[in-house]
Nanobody
Framework: QVQLVESGGGLVQPGESLTLSCTSS????????IGWFRQVPGKEREGISC???????HYADSVKGRFSISRGSDKNTVTLRIDTLGAEDKGNYYC????????????????????WGQGTQVTVSS
């Protein structure tokens, strides 16, 4: 059952920026910690970032400085902005939710989340 919906993926050129969005038609995202994960074929789902209901956020070391997670003023959107995209950023990006506080551990572990979207694909190519 799809509970979250991601959007904003697509084909981008190296060096460009992209903003992914996560929302839900079933509940308000401001009640949940929201995380972003990335997966490429043949690899485990990688934790990118999470944001608490308070707005506190954590990022994987590999994306610090280029990725930015934030909550929308509508209280039902969480966005992930990716700057200076490179080949290493390609993959299917998923947002996920749970009732908790964001931390480095929570940002990294997909098995801690019980709400998931179907993902949005990001392809980086010139």
């Amino acid at each position: 059952q799809v509970q979250l919906v991601e959007s904003g993926g697509g084909l981008v050129q190296p060096g460009e920026s992209l903003t992914l969005s996560c929302t839900s038609s079933e509940f308000m995202l401001d009640r949940y910690l929201i995380g972003w994960f990335r997966q490429v074929p043949g690899k485990e789902r990688e934790g990118i970032s999470c944001i608490s209901t308070s707005g506190g956020a954590h990022y994987a070391d590999s994306v610090k400085g280029r990725f930015s997670i934030s909550r929308g003023s509508d209280k039902n959107t969480v966005t992930l902005r990716i700057d200076t995209l490179g080949a290493e950023d390609k993959g299917n990006y998923y947002c996920a939710g749970r009732s908790s506080v964001c931390s480095a551990v929570v940002a990294a572990r997909s098995n801690l989340y019980h709400l998931w979207g179907q993902g949005t694909q990001v392809t980086v190519s010139s």
